[in-house]
Antibody
Framework: QVQLVESGGGVVQPGRSLRLSCAASGFTFSSYGMHWVRQAPGKGLEWVAVISYDGSNKYYADSVKGRFTISRDNSKNTLFLQMHTLRAEDTAVYHC???????????????WGQGTMVTVSS | DIQMTQSPSSLSASVGDRVTITCQASQDISKYLNWYQQKPGKVPKLLIYDASNLETGVPSRFSGSRSGTDFTFTISSLQPEDIATYYCQQYDNLPPRLTFGGGTKVEIK
């Protein structure tokens, strides 16, 4: 059974850092591009970042570029999102998501984790 | 950057009604448009990929189509369990990025 489980969220002061993790199981993690998507309370979906299956390519939304870093450890089937210089507007539920087709880094998301809440507040 | 315009932002319809949601891209995105359903308190669920392909296990009352840069999502006969917010999503390579539409909240009249 394909499963994605995020962890690492919490309450953090503006300007501080946080590292999110996404543990994958039930599929060959090392073959799939992976994404982070966030959803602020009561708002829509916002794409955050993508990493290719082997970690060689990474891209970010303009809103997080230079502050967030996506990475992965294929030996541990885990995806990460390192977040620095956090702002109030980064407050959201952060989901990791798996692409549907392993041939493409960009594709529809056929599996989402339940998400981890990040609250940036003083 | 490619802009996605999703409409309407909300709608109210009766059980059995045909419901249509549209997403318009600001430039050609080929077939690369997907549709998701998000029920309250739940994670998004993929319904349609590449404009018109029904994801495995999704009821056939859901469908998608494309005409140029205009994409349409249809529920042929609205059911009570279809109450949700629906999002379109596109991706492009230059530069590599992905965009969601603003969402359409579907309610029962």
């Amino acid at each position: 059974q394909v499963q994605l489980v995020e962890s690492g969220g919490g309450v953090v002061q503006p300007g501080r850092s946080l590292r999110l993790s996404c543990a994958a199981s039930g599929f060959t993690f090392s073959s799939y591009g992976m994404h982070w998507v966030r959803q602020a309370p009561g708002k829509g979906l916002e794409w955050v970042a993508v990493i290719s299956y082997d970690g060689s390519n990474k891209y970010y939304a303009d809103s997080v570029k230079g502050r967030f870093t996506i990475s992965r450890d294929n030996s541990k089937n885990t995806l990460f999102l390192q977040m620095h210089t956090l702002r109030a507007e980064d407050t959201a539920v952060y989901h990791c998501a798996k692409v549907r087709d392993s041939a493409f880094t960009y594709d529809a998301f056929d599996m989402w984790g339940q998400g981890t809440m990040v609250t940036v507040s003083s | 950057d490619i802009q996605m315009t999703q409409s309407p932002s909300s709608l109210s319809a009766s059980v059995g009604d045909r419901v249509t949601i549209t997403c318009q891209a600001s430039q050609d995105i080929s077939k690369y448009l997907n549709w998701y359903q998000q029920k309250p308190g739940k994670v998004p669920k993929l319904l349609i990929y590449d404009a018109s392909n029904l994801e495995t296990g999704v009821p056939s009352r859901f469908s998608g189509s494309r005409s140029g840069t205009d994409f349409t999502f249809t529920i042929s006969s609205l059911q009570p369990e279809d109450i949700a917010t629906y999002y379109c999503q596109q991706y492009d390579n230059l530069p590599p990025r992905l965009t969601f539409g603003g969402g359409t909240k579907v309610e029962i009249k």
